[in-house]
């Protein structure tokens, strides 16, 4: 059964660091992964996607790694600002045949100014 | 660009009723899924269709069933509802196989 976890399970920065996140999961039969970000109560934003196949992908400035064999992620957030407080959670899509995501714990990540 | 809506967006039933949550996906999808949030949990796969066929299965309660319909659209039909299936309900839709998953705002069931 596959199961992702995330590391770690809060942070707290200033504004301006840079910083990691960390994703990891049991079975590296994946077909993808996705990084989302969730606001409280609101709904999920996907932020990135990751085939497989790929190593990394990147958006504005954020920067997501993927190592399958390892069973890891990283998402790599660039000059953090206060908005980029919220809760980002990785999420695997098994390559077994299924569609479904199994999601990770999350990071709780505020961010101050 | 258009996104998946759902509705209603909040929901307040007693226990014991029943509950129809409306998911309508990003327009040229082609499959649909649904997730349960509970309060300080991560998201739960319950259900997805693909043209209008069950594509897979998680752990939706024999009292939930859904189903897709000719437009696409999906309903997630809840009944004897019980204290806690109070969450979050997320739709997501998607491409067949094309991997990235947009999910809709959520409808907050509450049960009272």
């Known amino acids: 059964k596959q199961e992702v976890t995330q590391i770690p399970a809060a942070l707290s920065v200033p504004e301006g660091e840079n910083l990691v996140l960390n994703c990891s999961f049991t079975?590296?039969?994946?077909?993808?992964l996705q990084w989302f970000r969730q606001d409280p109560g609101k709904g999920l934003t996907s932020l990135l996607l990751?085939?497989?196949?790929?190593r990394e992908q990147t958006s504005g400035r954020l920067n997501a790694s993927l190592d399958k064999s390892s069973g890891r992620s990283t998402l790599y957030i660039a000059a953090s600002q206060p908005g980029d407080s919220a809760t980002y959670l990785c999420?695997?899509?098994?390559?077994?045949?299924?569609?479904?995501?199994?999601f990770g714990t999350g990071t709780r990540l505020l961010v101050s100014p | 660009a258009a996104g998946v809506i759902q509705s209603p967006r909040h929901l307040i039933k007693e226990k014991r009723e029943t509950a129809t949550l409306k998911c309508y996906p990003i327009?040229?999808?082609?499959?649909v899924y649904w997730y349960q949030q509970g309060p300080g949990q991560d998201p739960q796969f319950l259900i997805s269709?693909?043209?209008?066929?069950q594509s897979d299965k998680g752990s939706i309660p024999d009292r939930f069933s859904a189903q897709q319909f000719s437009d696409y659209h999906s309903e997630l039909n809840m009944s004897s509802l019980e204290l806690g299936d109070s969450a979050l309900y997320f739709c997501?839709?998607?491409?067949w196989g094309s991997g990235a998953q947009y999910f809709g705002p959520g409808t907050r069931l509450t049960v009272l």
């Open positions: 999420a695997v899509r098994p390559s077994t045949g299924f569609q479904k995501l199994v």
């Open positions: 269709f693909y043209e209008k066929m």
């Open positions: 990751i085939q497989s196949s790929q």
């Open positions: 079975d590296s039969a994946i077909y993808n």
């Open positions: 997501a839709s998607s491409f």
């Open positions: 327009p040229r999808h082609d499959t």
